[in-house]
């Protein structure tokens, strides 16, 4: 294959952020492109900025088609849009072969295989460029492999969680191809266990190179350098709006937190041991007590948005509380589009969130409160008060502005504390297993003690659930979460006090292409 697909350009960084913006082409000879370290780092930010579009993180697989199959919006509401709600009802309804569905399953499909094929493009030429056509040597070239290793990773897993059974229903048979070279040939379908072998390993592989860079070669981008003691929203701003502190080594090697680093790759991990069942659990458990242990006890490298932070602005500029994320997407007009989708020309709400009151009605009895439900989620004024998220809403804070507008979650911190809760579940410690999932709850907020009213398992993963809900609110992950755990019925969209079956729509289909990209 002579020209590398045009997906990867145009070639662009964080312009926010001051990084580099490169005028596109259709295509581009891939000699021309990999003749320098240059290119390389291009190739790879083509790829980050991709994750932001709207196919995929940016939309679809966050805030919009995900957060539909999970219920989290409310689907009988004649004031709605009418392209939107019937996007959205379809979504809730497991309607997968309407042609509102089948477009969104389709470039969900054929957008991550596109930037798994450009990925394997940089692992093909990785080694063929000397040692010093990069500027900083095989420390940068490893930086650049660990980086496109762990994004194959991911965005595999991915495919695995929307395309194939969970691996808790013990599925038989094949479904879909796991890609290590750029080919136009859809490659064979692998099982499950096989499919997720080949993730670990792609991850085991990547996590030296990526602990070097973070931990050992430039440390320094990932927490505040600069002070005596690092307070978790300035290592949060290293990590993400870093421009202000760029040294000699370039913006390449700063903004961890929106590529695929040491921390983000821990959270991976965990995230990926614990789905694929209680065989890797005890892997999950080293990944995310590292996680936890070094770097949210230890280093203090990730903490969770302080509590002025949250509750002091009165403009609800950390309504995304995204101190704790650990990887996020990059989408600049996030905002904008998401308000155009979200509001109507009278204020409306075209697409209020469902079930909030249940949701909450524990932690918001008059006694206590939950920050996430007074913060990061408001009513309107009209006389049918509509839920609504203020996750993606705009802010006249120009340094919030940076950080948080143009941002998708993707891996958080409060994840990783429900996993180690979870874990704690499972082998009966219920008394540890409460410290971890109220340092999260501490941290939005709740006052409510779950040491009063929790004494099983049971009860705790029933907790665990109820706080995800909350956490990861229109960012798609709950999905991940109910298949995961093979949870039969959730509180429905379509009707209050409801519950819906979500066995018909835990498995989208494969698009009748099976295009490789």
């Not at 477009?103 to 010093?132: C, G, R």
């Not at 762990?150 to 229903?169: E, G, I, K, V």
């Not at 009707?495 to 990209?517: C, I, N, Q, R, W």
Request: charged share 20%; net charge negative.
């Amino acid at each position: 294959m002579k020209h590398i697909i045009s997906a990867i350009v145009p070639v662009f960084m964080l312009a926010s952020c001051g990084w580099l913006d490169i005028t596109p082409e259709n295509t581009i000879d891939e000699e021309d492109l990999f003749s320098t370290g240059y290119g390389f780092r291009n190739a790879l930010n083509g790829i980050y900025l991709e994750l932001g579009n709207t196919a995929v993180y940016g939309e679809n697989m966050s805030w919009g088609f995900l957060s539909a199959v999970a219920q989290e919006y409310l689907t009988d509401n004649s004031s709605q849009g009418e392209n939107t709600l019937a996007l959205c009802r379809d979504a809730a309804d497991f309607v997968y072969n309407s042609t509102n569905t089948q477009p969104v399953i389709a470039e969900i499909w054929e957008t991550q295989y596109s930037m798994i094929a450009n990925v394997n493009k940089i692992l093909e030429h990785i080694d063929d460029l000397p040692e010093s056509g990069f500027a900083y040597g095989n420390d940068e070239r490893n930086m650049i492999r660990g980086e496109a290793l762990a994004l194959r990773a991911m965005l595999h897993f991915d495919l695995l969680r929307l395309f194939a059974p969970a691996p808790s229903t013990s599925p038989a048979g094949t479904y879909i191809p796991y890609r290590e070279e750029f080919s136009h040939d859809v490659g064979e379908k692998l099982s499950v266990q096989q499919f997720l072998e080949k993730v670990i390993k792609d991850i085991n592989t990547a996590e030296p190179y990526l602990k070097a860079i973070d931990t050992e070669f430039h440390p320094a981008a990932m927490y505040a350098s600069m002070m005596a003691t690092p307070t978790t929203a300035m290592s949060a701003r290293y990590r993400f709006d870093s421009s202000t502190f760029i040294d000699e080594m370039g913006q390449f090697f700063w903004f961890r937190g929106w590529r695929l680093n040491y921390m983000a790759l821990l959270g991976l991990k965990a995230r990926v041991c614990m789905y694929a069942g209680s065989g890797y659990h005890s892997i999950a458990r080293a990944a995310a007590m590292e996680l936890y242990t070094s770097f949210y006890n230890d280093r203090q490298w990730v903490g969770f948005t302080p509590s002025d932070d949250i509750t002091c602005q009165i403009e609800r500029r950390h309504a995304k509380m995204s101190d704790d994320v650990l990887f996020g997407v990059y989408y600049r007009n996030l905002a904008t589009d998401f308000e155009s989708m979200i509001y109507g020309a009278d204020n409306s709400v075209k697409l209020p969130l469902a079930n909030i009151e249940d949701l909450f009605a524990s932690d918001n009895t008059g006694v206590y409160e939950d920050w996430r439900l007074e913060y990061t989620i408001a009513q309107t004024n009209t006389s049918e008060k509509s839920w609504y998220t203020l996750k993606y809403n705009t802010s006249s804070e120009a340094v919030v502005t940076a950080v948080e507008n143009p941002m998708i979650p993707v891996i958080r911190l409060s994840e990783v504390m429900y996993i180690l809760a979870e874990l704690s579940a499972e082998q009966g410690d219920v008394e540890h297993g409460i410290q971890y999932l109220e340092t999260v709850r501490r941290a939005r907020g709740a006052q409510r003690s779950l040491s009063t009213t929790v004494s099983t398992p049971e009860q705790l993963m029933d907790e665990i659930i109820l706080d995800a809900r909350k956490d990861f609110l229109c960012e798609g992950n709950m999905f991940y979460m109910y298949k995961r755990l093979n949870i039969t019925e959730v509180p429905s969209a379509s009707e209050s006090g409801a519950m819906k079956d979500m066995t018909a729509g835990y498995v989208l289909p494969v698009p009748t292409s099976e295009s490789p990209f």
